[in-house]
């Protein structure tokens, strides 16, 4: 038996039950499936719609959300791994059309399934997740754009949030000068600052109409929140800077004109971590264990038990959860 978080149809909020996991998971995974003890996974955004029922995420039921798992495995049908092994799973469909991490068993695809770096524990490989895998996949995106430290500040939207908080960490980290804009700038502008920020700005003018060409502000910038911010954002970019959008926290529309993209080179690209080939994922996950503050991911994570999921998910919809969020599912 095993304990999960499911969503049994549509629209209905997630309750937590007891499963008959033989039954349950009978058919996932493929040929290949692996079988996992889940040890941790963490709640995202999306993890907040799918919890709550919201529409937009979900895309079967019954289905158990939770698009990150930390687990060991317990039995292979892939030869990449084998009983023991401690691994990490970030997307992938996971929490969307596939079983997800909110339950103390799993069945997945070895597809984009990775062996934990050693230098990461389990907890703390469930405090990065989605959001700053998400976060590392932003950062490598303006690398590989040619986006320099001496290019000059990169901003960073919805950055008390998990992406914010882990990318301006990784900037600082990489010697960018960073530049966070949140809502809560009184209440968490010392938080912010001490992950790398050098200023804290206030979100609410870039969520307001504006022209579509500005003042050129940003050498590049991480974008979480889209919609109006994200055409501000594009708008306030230096000629041939390079914007990163990773979320649509504000909606998914786009209201900009193709004025910054002619008149100053300006790119858009996106960082896509649930089709992250498995490359890219080493790459990543690589740099995390190289890079990242270890103290700091400690700092801003807050850990709960499976019966605070659903709790936790309405918070996180409201702007009310600061960093990130690990489920030790076995509590």
Same mark, same amino acid.
């Given at each position: 038996?095993?304990?999960?978080?499911?969503?049994? /149809? $549509?629209?209905?909020a997630?309750?937590?039950l007891?499963?008959?996991?033989?039954?349950?998971?009978?058919?996932s995974?493929?040929?290949?499936a #692996?079988?996992?003890?889940?040890?941790?996974?963490?709640?995202?955004?999306k993890d &907040?719609?799918a919890?709550t029922?919201?529409p937009?995420?979900?895309?079967?039921?019954?289905?158990?959300? +939770?698009?990150?798992?930390?687990?060991?495995?317990?039995?292979?049908?892939? !030869?990449?791994?084998?009983?023991?092994?401690l #691994?990490?799973l970030?997307?992938? +469909?996971?929490?969307?059309?596939?079983?997800? @991490?909110?339950a103390? $068993?799993?069945?997945v695809?070895?597809?984009?399934?990775?062996?934990?770096p050693?230098?990461i524990?389990? /907890?703390?490989?469930?405090?990065?997740g989605?959001?700053?895998?998400?976060?590392?996949?932003?950062?490598?995106?303006?690398?590989?754009?040619? #986006?320099?430290p001496?290019?000059?500040e990169v901003?960073?939207?919805?950055?008390?949030g +998990?992406v914010?908080?882990?990318?301006?960490?990784?900037?600082?980290?990489?010697?960018?000068?960073?530049?966070?804009?949140?809502g809560?700038?009184?209440a968490?502008?010392?938080?912010?600052?001490?992950?790398?920020?050098?200023r804290?700005?206030?979100? !609410?003018p870039?969520? /307001?109409?504006? $022209?579509?060409?500005q003042?050129?502000q940003w050498? +590049?910038?991480?974008?979480?929140?889209? !919609?109006?911010?994200?055409?501000n954002?594009?708008?306030?970019t230096n000629? &041939? &800077?390079t914007?990163?959008?990773?979320?649509l926290?504000?909606?998914?529309?786009l209201?900009?004109?193709?004025m910054?993209?002619i008149?100053? @080179?300006?790119?858009?690209?996106g960082?896509?971590?649930?089709?992250?080939?498995?490359?890219?994922? /080493?790459?990543a996950?690589?740099?995390?264990?190289?890079?990242?503050?270890?103290?700091?991911?400690?700092?801003?994570?807050?850990?709960?038990?499976?019966?605070?999921?659903?709790?936790?998910?309405?918070?996180?919809?409201? &702007?009310?959860?600061?960093?990130?969020?690990?489920?030790?599912?076995?509590?």
């Amino acid at each position: 038996m095993a304990r999960a978080m499911m969503a049994t /149809e $549509k629209g209905a909020a997630a309750r937590l039950l007891e499963i008959d996991d033989e039954e349950f998971f009978e058919g996932s995974g493929g040929d290949e499936a #692996v079988d996992l003890d889940v040890l941790f996974s963490s709640v995202n955004f999306k993890d &907040g719609l799918a919890i709550t029922g919201r529409p937009g995420v979900l895309r079967a039921w019954p289905l158990i959300p +939770g698009i990150d798992i930390v687990g060991r495995v317990t039995r292979s049908r892939s !030869s990449r791994f084998a009983p023991g092994d401690l #691994v990490v799973l970030n997307g992938d +469909g996971i929490g969307e059309n596939r079983h997800g @991490g909110f339950a103390t $068993k799993a069945r997945v695809r070895p597809d984009a399934l990775l062996h934990l770096p050693e230098a990461i524990s389990p /907890e703390r490989a469930a405090a990065i997740g989605t959001a700053g895998f998400t976060s590392m996949l932003a950062v490598l995106a303006l690398q590989d754009a040619g #986006v320099t430290p001496d290019d000059g500040e990169v901003l960073v939207t919805g950055a008390a949030g +998990g992406v914010g908080s882990v990318a301006i960490s990784l900037l600082a980290g990489r010697g960018y000068t960073v530049v966070a804009s949140s809502g809560r700038v009184e209440a968490q502008g010392d938080y912010l600052r001490s992950l790398g920020a050098a200023r804290v700005v206030d979100r !609410s003018p870039l969520g /307001e109409p504006g $022209k579509p060409l500005q003042t050129q502000q940003w050498a +590049g910038a991480v974008d979480s929140v889209g !919609s109006t911010t994200l055409a501000n954002v594009l708008a306030q970019t230096n000629y &041939g &800077g390079t914007v990163v959008a990773c979320g649509l926290a504000a909606g998914s529309e786009l209201p900009t004109t193709v004025m910054p993209f002619i008149l100053r @080179g300006v790119t858009l690209t996106g960082a896509n971590s649930v089709e992250a080939p498995r490359a890219l994922r /080493e790459r990543a996950w690589t740099d995390l264990a190289n890079e990242l503050d270890l103290g700091l991911l400690d700092s801003m994570t807050t850990t709960i038990g499976l019966d605070a999921v659903a709790d936790t998910a309405e918070r996180i919809l409201a &702007g009310q959860v600061r960093g990130r969020t690990v489920v030790d599912v076995a509590s």
